[in-house]
């Protein structure tokens, strides 16, 4: 049976019209003519209803489509794009978390570690993955098996798809902060490409744990936030109904964060979303990836590590931190964007431009009076 959104409600009562209209049979049980003309029309209206919706979702609206169960997950992507997948399991110290799928793929004959983190399918998978939600276990995995790709020179690809890391107290008491941070400096300082996809929900340092990478992607329908929108509502207006309100202020859809330079590209999803059609999707994917993997063909370690630095902080400044060829060694240094030089010139002279000022407004005026 289908699950459809609030926003969705059109659609839901045409497609019942349309399976009714494929049926052969009645009510009665008998065979009739199925009416092909009119099947096409009313598909023809799903498909135009549905480009109008799709269009023109808020970002609420996005984070529905982002957790919808239909939507496919990490361990579909991993079998429709990879060949030869060989599972890994275990952090060497705790256990093995199943929320964090790992291991070693062929993507057009090219070796790649695939990390993936899983939400599950139904209710006793999803029970075993911990709603994509991981322990500790699952980021030392993920570390134990990014240091063994680096050392023999394999790209690293992950697959986002999380709420959160688990909030749970055994996880705190395993030092949850400090696997999400040592994960975030692996993939940072790794000296391979690393390419992640964001194909559902990206929440929180869970998220950001195996997203920081030389090439950040989502899906056009996927979100990428630091706190779900019910968190941010309950924390700013105590109030977790303003959950649209805090979704639009948090600018976590795609097309919000490629434009504040947060995520390098958008892959474009089926009409519909991701779930209506998961193979042209893992196709897009597959795509997106094979071109990003190729960019960095010829490149040092070096170059791949100075690219992902430089990425990162660039992020929030006008023109960020970059090697300045007029400068000796290969340090970087950051060029201040020219308003925030002109402010801070004012602020560290103020005292002369006020007097300045009071002899300017003391001329004018003695100049009236004469």
Known sequence: MKNYLEFEKEIKFLEEDLESLKNPFDKGGIISEVDTDKIKKIQDEINKKLSLIYSDLNSWQKTLVARRDE????????????????LLSGDRLFSDDKS???GFGLIDDKSVLILGQEKGDDLNSRIERNFGMANPSGYLKAQRLMKLAERFEIPVISFIDTPGAAPTAESEKKNIAGAI????????????????????????????????????????????????????????????SKSLESAEAMKLTAKELLKLGIIDEVIKEPLGGAHRDGNETALAIKKSILKNLKNFEGLSGQDIFDQRKMKFLKIGRDRGFKKSSDMPGKDLSYVEPWLSRALRFVQSR???????????ILIVIFNVLM
């Open 100 to 102: 964090i799928i790992a």
């Open 350 to 360: 103020k005292n002369i431009f006020i007097a300045t000022l009071i002899v300017l």
């Open 181 to 240: 941070a040592s994960s975030i400096e692996c993939c940072m300082s790794l000296k391979v490409p690393n390419v992640s996809i964001i194909i559902g929900e990206g929440g929180s340092g869970g998220a950001i744990a195996l997203a920081s990478s030389n090439k950040v992607i989502m899906l056009e329908h996927s979100i990428y936030s630091v706190i779900s929108p019910e968190g941010c509502a309950s924390i700013l207006w105590r109030d977790p």
């Open 71 to 86: 939507r496919p997950r990490a361990n579909f992507y991993i079998n429709k794009i990879f060949s030869d997948f060989t």
